[in-house]
């Protein structure tokens, strides 16, 4: 497998108006440089002063050079066949794809990030900057922020990395959307436009259904694995049917996860299975055994009658919460059905636990503890707001909470924000409370230990 280490100078600006002024790549097979090719070019528009100040590269030294049109077959025949390489290699990727684009032609490879790689493989760096990881590296960068010495520093950077780790390099090789195998008719320009932000996507197909809905902290990455996702049956068929993409911003992650949830229940798109089944499946339960000791349990909520205590998407998330809660709490682990024995638990023997299993400890003690864990897993106050930040700054994602129940979530601007909490009511979108609502809340209560939550 052959590899093409690419860096390319601009006129500066956002990477969607920038254009090249100088490109640099060495193609390699991983351990020796088999070819290199550099040049300037023309990018027929005026360099930004401060990029004339970083590269040296000024609008005379460029204007006598060829444009980017008559040197993109060379480029296309140089990385054929290679995985493209570059240290944060969205910039270089992203800006080269623009330039081809404006050519009329759908410029596409395997990348692969030298930054990304090198902080898994080399680890405990302060910085993992070009300049600041060669030195760190003992690299000697000729010629920094041009094309050709940050080529070759990336390019010393990469044969490093394969040699500490040749065969889990391959899993930081990223695929790019392959158009053959999605539907005809979806617009590969407005994947482009897609944010990496938090929020929810929506899929339709050709006839205007709703066939999937997701959240993800970062939408774009989330869509893009949904269209290179060739491993399961679902996935390709799904593919297939992606006539449109629509997504909203949300801020908030939680406000993300209960839009999902509310959507999800509307409009039962085909593709979400899974969640249309149940989002939470497994609950703990509770009972009183024979001898006064309260016991918790964890089952399929489907096969209960009483409802759970809390909820959980899978039995190993519950039984991981539980036995935490078990410790932090001094219970039992017999009693919390953790430790099957007909005598004394594991615990007792380490001193983790004070005997209920055996009847040392009476059952009023004991179970004083579990009435504690029992209000921990009901909301901590019945009247609180969740506070999150917002698309904008200056502005606040507020979760309302209201008598216990979900109440709904809005957008407090900037003048309310240091406001009374009982101004803030008015800004809230009044939902109705679905029984997933509550879960997610309390799962997400539990999960965020930084989370700013405003009780009143």
């Given at each position: 497998?052959?590899?093409?280490?690419v860096?390319?100078?601009?006129?500066?600006?956002?990477?969607?108006?920038?254009?090249?002024?100088?490109?640099?790549?060495?193609?390699?097979?991983?351990?020796?440089?088999?070819?290199?090719?550099?040049?300037?070019?023309?990018?027929?528009?005026?360099?930004?002063?401060?990029?004339?100040?970083?590269?040296?590269?000024?609008?005379?030294?460029?204007?006598?050079?060829?444009?980017?049109?008559?040197?993109?077959?060379?480029?296309?025949?140089?990385?054929?066949?290679?995985?493209?390489?570059?240290?944060?290699?969205?910039?270089d990727?992203?800006?080269?794809?623009?330039?081809?684009?404006?050519?009329?032609?759908?410029?596409?490879?395997?990348?692969l990030?030298?930054?990304?790689?090198?902080?898994?493989i080399?680890?405990?760096?302060?910085?993992?900057?070009?300049?600041?990881?060669?030195?760190?590296l003992?690299?000697?960068?000729?010629?920094?922020?041009?094309?050709?010495?940050?080529?070759?520093?990336?390019?010393?950077?990469?044969?490093?990395?394969?040699?500490?780790?040749?065969?889990?390099?391959?899993?930081?090789?990223?695929?790019?959307?392959?158009?053959?195998?999605?539907?005809?008719?979806?617009?590969?320009?407005?994947?482009?436009?897609?944010?990496?932000?938090?929020?929810?996507?929506?899929?339709?197909?050709?006839?205007?259904?709703?066939?999937?809905?997701?959240?993800?902290?970062?939408?774009?990455?989330?869509?893009?694995?949904?269209?290179?996702?060739?491993?399961?049956?679902?996935?390709?068929?799904?593919?297939?049917?992606?006539?449109?993409?629509?997504?909203?911003?949300?801020?908030?992650?939680?406000?993300?996860?209960?839009?999902?949830?509310?959507?999800?229940?509307?409009?039962?798109?085909?593709?979400?299975?899974?969640?249309?089944?149940?989002?939470?499946?497994?609950?703990?339960?509770?009972?009183?055994?024979?001898?006064?000791?309260?016991?918790?349990?964890?089952?399929?909520?489907?096969?209960?009658?009483?409802?759970?205590?809390?909820?959980?998407?899978?039995?190993?998330?519950?039984?991981?919460?539980?036995?935490?809660?078990?410790?932090?709490?001094?219970?039992c682990?017999?009693?919390?059905?953790?430790?099957?024995?007909?005598?004394?638990?594991?615990?007792?023997?380490?001193?983790?636990?004070?005997?209920?299993?055996?009847?040392?400890e009476?059952?009023?003690?004991?179970?004083?503890?579990?009435?504690?864990?029992?209000e921990?897993?009901?909301f901590?106050?019945?009247?609180?707001y969740?506070?999150?930040?917002?698309?904008?700054?200056?502005?606040?994602?507020?979760?309302?909470?209201?008598?216990?129940?979900?109440?709904?979530?809005?957008?407090?601007?900037?003048?309310?924000?240091?406001?009374?909490?009982?101004?803030?009511?008015?800004?809230?979108?009044?939902?109705?409370?679905?029984?997933?609502?509550?879960?997610?809340?309390?799962?997400?209560?539990?999960?965020?230990?930084?989370?700013?939550?405003?009780?009143?």
């Amino acid at each position: 497998m052959n590899y093409v280490i690419v860096d390319i100078e601009t006129t500066g600006g956002t990477p969607k108006s920038s254009k090249i002024t100088e490109i640099a790549m060495y193609k390699t097979d991983g351990k020796v440089i088999l070819d290199e090719y550099s040049t300037l070019l023309n990018p027929e528009r005026k360099i930004d002063e401060f990029v004339v100040r970083l590269t040296g590269i000024s609008d005379k030294m460029v204007e006598n050079e060829p444009k980017f049109y008559e040197v993109a077959k060379k480029i296309i025949e140089f990385t054929e066949g290679c995985i493209f390489v570059a240290h944060n290699v969205s910039f270089d990727y992203s800006i080269i794809r623009n330039e081809f684009k404006s050519l009329g032609f759908d410029f596409r490879m395997p990348h692969l990030c030298t930054v990304r790689a090198s902080r898994f493989i080399i680890p405990g760096h302060d910085s993992y900057s070009l300049g600041k990881l060669a030195r760190s590296l003992n690299i000697e960068v000729q010629g920094r922020h041009r094309a050709g010495g940050d080529a070759l520093a990336t390019t010393y950077i990469f044969h490093l990395l394969q040699e500490k780790c040749e065969k889990n390099l391959q899993k930081f090789i990223q695929q790019d959307i392959n158009p053959k195998i999605l539907h005809p008719n979806l617009d590969l320009e407005f994947l482009e436009t897609i944010p990496n932000k938090t929020g929810i996507y929506k899929f339709y197909n050709d006839v205007k259904q709703l066939i999937y809905i997701g959240k993800s902290k970062h939408i774009k990455t989330r869509v893009d694995q949904h269209l290179k996702n060739n491993s399961t049956k679902k996935g390709v068929e799904m593919q297939k049917e992606i006539h449109n993409i629509e997504f909203e911003l949300t801020g908030s992650e939680l406000v993300a996860l209960l839009l999902e949830s509310d959507l999800i229940k509307k409009h039962k798109p085909i593709y979400n299975r899974r969640l249309r089944k149940e989002l939470f499946p497994y609950g703990i339960f509770l009972f009183e055994n024979e001898s006064g000791y309260l016991q918790f349990y964890i089952d399929k909520i489907e096969k209960k009658i009483d409802l759970p205590l809390a909820t959980f998407s899978s039995k190993i998330e519950a039984t991981k919460f539980l036995t935490e809660k078990c410790k932090e709490f001094t219970l039992c682990q017999k009693y919390c059905n953790l430790y099957q024995t007909k005598t004394s638990c594991f615990g007792f023997q380490v001193k983790q636990c004070f005997g209920a299993c055996i009847e040392k400890e009476a059952a009023e003690n004991y179970n004083v503890r579990v009435n504690l864990l029992i209000e921990k897993l009901s909301f901590e106050h019945q009247n609180f707001y969740i506070i999150e930040n917002g698309l904008q700054k200056n502005e606040k994602i507020a979760i309302l909470v209201q008598n216990g129940t979900y109440r709904g979530y809005g957008v407090i601007p900037f003048h309310a924000v240091k406001k009374k909490h009982m101004y803030w009511e008015k800004f809230i979108d009044i939902q109705i409370e679905n029984k997933d609502a509550k879960t997610i809340i309390q799962q997400y209560l539990r999960t965020k230990e930084d989370l700013k939550v405003l009780p009143f």
